[in-house]
């Protein structure tokens, strides 16, 4: 039985996720690494992590299962029929992302878009055919023999949670953040990430063994979103079976 490595969202912070990968055991042939998806906004370097994780999955050792986000599905909103309301709120990092495809600096913090960069912004011209397929191809949930993988969770109902295939549209699994669901959900162990961990209630299970402060995980669920791409984020990933927990953070100590 092979191993799993899930990576939380990335927020194109290229330099974090380098460090979790660099600290992880290597991978082999058997294992898997899943990428729960938003590979992009916020962080300074979307372009350049799309493109590693696409070349990721093509020459990886292990095999790599890239998830949908709820930042891909937006953008792909905004390119079919627009969606200025995602593009306007300056937290959702969406100038950063127009501005790493045109291999400039990021914007300063809080800073609006120019009239050309709104326009190029408002149908997402600036992303590239191939990566808009890409994209588009993305799976909304993956399974082994370990856990279900989800970017966001499992909308249910009176206490019921369907599998993810279930799920109708596809997309709610990327965009839940539901209370009942962090504290209600029983099922096959399910790793999420979308909701930073440090916003989820605190009788949300039990911390992971190894890491008492930061990612979520218990008999059912793990939380691995903890902020990659903001300010004072970094990145974690987790192993499975073994539930080990990786971070950016160098400083910290294990």
């Not at 916020?42 to 093509?58: A, H, K, Y």
């Not at 306007?88 to 120019?114: D, F, I, W």
């Not at 206490?159 to 962090?182: S, T």
């Not at 979103?225 to 990933?237: E, M, N, Q």
């Amino acid at each position: 039985m092979g191993r799993t490595f899930v990576i939380g969202d990335v927020h194109g912070d290229l330099d974090a996720l380098m460090r979790v990968l660099a600290d992880l055991p290597r991978p082999g042939p058997r294992d898997t690494i899943v990428f729960l998806g938003d590979y992009i906004d916020r962080g300074p370097r979307s372009r350049e992590t799309v493109e590693f994780v696409r070349d990721l999955e093509r020459e990886g050792a292990a095999r790599v299962v890239a998830l949908r986000g709820n930042h891909e599905d937006a953008w792909l909103t905004v390119i079919d029929r627009g969606w200025d309301g995602f593009l306007l709120p300056r937290g959702n990092g969406c100038l950063e992302t127009l501005r790493s495809y045109q291999n400039l600096p990021p914007p300063a913090p809080q800073r609006p878009p120019t009239g050309e960069e709104w326009e190029f912004m408002r149908r997402g011209r600036f992303f590239p055919p191939e990566v808009v397929a890409w994209m588009r191809r993305l799976p909304f949930f993956y399974e082994d023999e370990h856990a279900l993988y989800v970017h966001a969770g499992i909308p249910g109902k009176d206490g019921a949670y369907p599998h993810p295939a279930e799920v109708k549209p596809q997309n709610a699994l990327l965009w839940l953040r539901d209370r009942d669901f962090f504290v209600r959900y029983r099922g096959k162990y399910l790793v999420f990430g979308h909701t930073v961990c440090a916003t989820l209630p605190q009788e949300f299970s039990a911390y992971t063994p190894e890491d008492p402060t930061d990612a979520f995980a218990g008999p059912c669920l793990a939380g691995i979103d903890t902020g990659a791409g903001k300010k004072k984020g970094f990145l974690t990933a987790l192993e499975l079976p073994a539930r080990r927990v990786y971070e950016s953070r160098r400083e910290k100590t294990r």
